[in-house]
């Protein structure tokens, strides 16, 4: 069982900059796909990026440019950069940790963290 905790979401204006964190705890998770999923009011949960146990990244391309995900398998983390931050990126982000072992899948969520981009 893996448990995530973020941390680091709140209000910022647009254009500013905010770091989310996610800590992993009860197993490691360097052979986990790390991800950052967000949910804005009234819709559906959608991927920000994805890093995989490399150092393969993928993002939504509304992000592109402006965020950066990494993760650090030593400290058991996954953050996420975001920059030039916007009104839209207003979301509840969650970190997401998942893999397929044995044919068997496993994917845990965390609470979530409100980001609230506002003037």
């Known amino acids: 069982q893996v448990q995530l905790v973020e941390s680091g979401g709140g209000l910022v204006q647009p254009g500013g900059s905010l770091r989310l964190s996610c800590a992993a705890s009860?197993?490691?998770?360097?052979?986990?796909?790390l991800g950052w999923y967000r949910q804005a009011p009234g819709k559906q949960r959608e991927l920000v990026a994805h890093?995989?146990?490399?150092?393969?990244?993928v993002y939504a391309d509304s992000v592109k440019g402006r965020f950066t995900i990494s993760r650090d398998n030593a400290k058991n983390t996954v953050d996420l950069q975001m920059n030039s931050l916007n009104p839209e990126d207003t979301a509840v982000y969650y970190c997401?940790?998942?893999?397929?072992?044995?044919?068997?899948?496993?994917?845990?969520w965390g609470q979530g963290t409100q980001v609230t981009v506002s003037s």
């Open positions: 997401n940790a998942k893999r397929i072992l044995d044919n068997r899948p496993y994917n845990y």
């Open positions: 009860g197993s490691t998770v360097s052979s986990y796909t």
């Open positions: 890093i995989f146990s490399g150092i393969i990244t």
